[in-house]
């Protein structure tokens, strides 16, 4: 079974600075590959998706995240933060045999400050 | 664009009563849809999978006669939380995958319910 870890729970960060948020999967086959961001009390946005090919994933928002078989890794990066920011950020994981149907990591609360 | 709505996005119910929540696709059809809880500051999990036409499939530890999943169309799947109890209130979201050939590659999510049974 595929599994999720997002290893930081919380991350501070000074507005203008980098931020990069960790997501480590398990999964035998190559999966898929996403980043959801969520404000407090909405639904998920989407800031990009990873299914094959270019292993450097461009989103929105400025977002970009970097594919890395051999680390088993997907972390999402931006240069620098704006404070609307803010929010908790979901690696997820799907898989070929049931695409759409998702396994998400427990979350990342980005901080930001002046 | 590809739109999923869910309907209502809050809702306060009184305990025992039953609650139905809708996940719609509005611009393309969906054979399969997903239900999600989230429970605060938690992470979503996956509670079941919805399918037209088919009964749904339940994650471990979900109960079915609970959480009753109608999927009557390509376009609409319902959650009833049926004998609500305070440890049911959280936050459902749906999710709609699109039927091949649509040109579309990904489950889009609905704007999610917040549910809080008193």
């Known amino acids: 079974a595929q599994s999720v870890t997002q290893p930081d729970i919380h991350i501070t960060v000074s507005e203008g600075a980098s931020l990069e948020l960790r997501c480590n999967y398990s999964?035998?086959?190559?999966?898929?590959l996403f980043w959801y961001v969520q404000s407090p009390g909405q639904g998920l946005q989407l800031l990009l998706k990873?299914?094959?090919?270019?292993?450097l994933v461009q989103g929105i928002k400025g977002f970009e995240a970097e594919f890395k078989r051999s680390q088993s890794s997907f972390n999402l990066r931006k240069p620098s933060v704006h404070w609307s920011d803010a929010a908790e950020y979901f690696c997820?994981?799907?898989?070929?045999?049931?695409?759409?149907?998702?396994?998400f990591g427990a979350g990342t609360q980005v901080v930001v400050t002046p | 664009g590809a739109v999923v709505s869910q309907h209502p996005s809050r809702v306060i119910c009184k305990s025992g009563t039953s609650v139905k929540i809708e996940c719609r696709s509005l611009?393309?059809?969906?054979?399969?849809m997903f239900w999600y809880r989230q429970f605060p500051k938690q992470s979503l999990m996956l509670m079941a999978t919805?399918?037209?036409?088919?009964?749904?499939?339940?994650e471990q530890g979900v109960e079915k006669d609970k959480f009753l999943i109608n999927h009557a169309s390509l376009t609409l799947s319902t959650l009833t939380v049926t004998s609500a109890h305070p440890e049911d209130s959280s936050f459902y979201i749906c999710?709609?995958?699109?039927?091949?050939?649509?040109?579309?590659?990904?489950?889009?999510f609905g704007q999610g319910t917040r549910l809080t049974v008193v």
């Open positions: 997820a994981v799907g898989t070929t045999d049931s695409w759409g149907k998702l396994q």
């Open positions: 990873y299914f094959s090919g270019d292993t």
């Open positions: 999710s709609a995958r699109p039927t091949p050939g649509q040109g579309k590659s990904e489950a889009f």
């Open positions: 919805s399918n037209e036409g088919s009964k749904a499939t339940y």
């Open positions: 999964y035998g086959a190559t999966p898929y």
């Open positions: 611009d393309f059809q969906a054979t399969t």
